[in-house]
């Protein structure tokens, strides 16, 4: 029985790390210079630019035959190229963690990878009933997620980074309306929640960053939150939501006196 032969570009990084959980990295043809995942792997994937600068004659090169595409990540102008190069668009818009089981499913289905999907999914349900333990037996804290400074912008209640955060009860108080509304007034905001995340992604904030707002609020309850825990979809989500429960449990030590 042959195998069908795919050539994949993933314009998300979170989609090609799936692709290679999955048993697809051999047919990955392109990938962003985002896609760091897995590493050791995902290097011998031609890059192509950003996910909203992709390089039209890289693309065309890499001949694809379906190409991985977010309407958050990428621009609309890869769209023409795909139908030109005669490629299926995969569009993925995961809302909450539990929308990943229709993905590994959809994607299995897709690309003959049935088996692995099915185990990806044992591993999901696995995950969210964990998540939802730690969610029922411990307080509910509220959070104020940053994902970029100069202006401050935080994340809406109607974005996967909510969905996720939420999953084991932290709480996402949004200072304004919209998917990522600005904040104005930071202090203000931040004393609306119990504790200020400051993600690593999209802004690649460290320890410097958090320090000084620490400073600046007067307060101690400012973290880090690795940004692929958040913002990750695909076989990510299965760590991160155990990621996710272990910084809860951290933040409620911290508050114990």
Not at 93 to 115: I, K, Q, S, W, Y
Request: hydrophobic share 50%; proline share 8%.
């Amino acid at each position: 029985m042959m195998t069908a032969s795919f050539r994949i570009v993933s314009l998300v990084p979170s989609l090609t790390e799936l692709c290679f959980e999955i048993g697809l990295g051999p047919q990955m043809a392109g990938r962003t210079d985002f896609c760091i995942s897995p590493p050791g792997a995902v290097e011998a994937v031609p890059s192509m630019g950003g996910p909203k600068t992709v390089d039209a004659a890289a693309f065309r090169a890499a001949r694809p035959t379906h190409v991985l595409i977010s309407p958050e990540e990428n621009a609309r102008g890869i769209l023409p190229l795909i139908a030109e190069a005669g490629a299926e668009a995969v569009l993925v818009h995961p809302l909450a963690p539990e929308d990943n089981r229709g993905m590994f499913v959809r994607f299995g289905a897709l690309f003959g990878r049935e088996t692995e999907a099915a185990e990806l999914c044992r591993r999901l349900d696995a995950a969210l009933a964990e998540a939802a333990r730690v969610r029922a037996e411990t307080p509910e804290i509220a959070v104020l997620p940053l994902i970029w400074k100069d202006p401050w912008v935080s994340v809406g209640r109607a974005t996967y980074v909510a969905a996720m955060l939420d999953a084991v009860g932290l709480a996402v108080a949004p200072p304004g309306d919209g998917l990522y509304p600005r904040i104005a007034d930071l202090p203000r905001a931040a004393a609306a929640a119990d504790w200020v995340l400051l993600a690593t992604e999209p802004y690649l904030f460290d320890e410097g960053h958090a320090a000084a707002l620490r400073g600046e609020l007067g307060t101690p309850h400012v973290c880090l939150v690795t940004g692929e825990s958040i913002a990750w979809y695909g076989s990510r989500v299965i760590a991160a939501l155990a990621d996710l429960a272990a910084l809860k449990r951290r933040l409620l030590a911290e508050e114990s006196p």
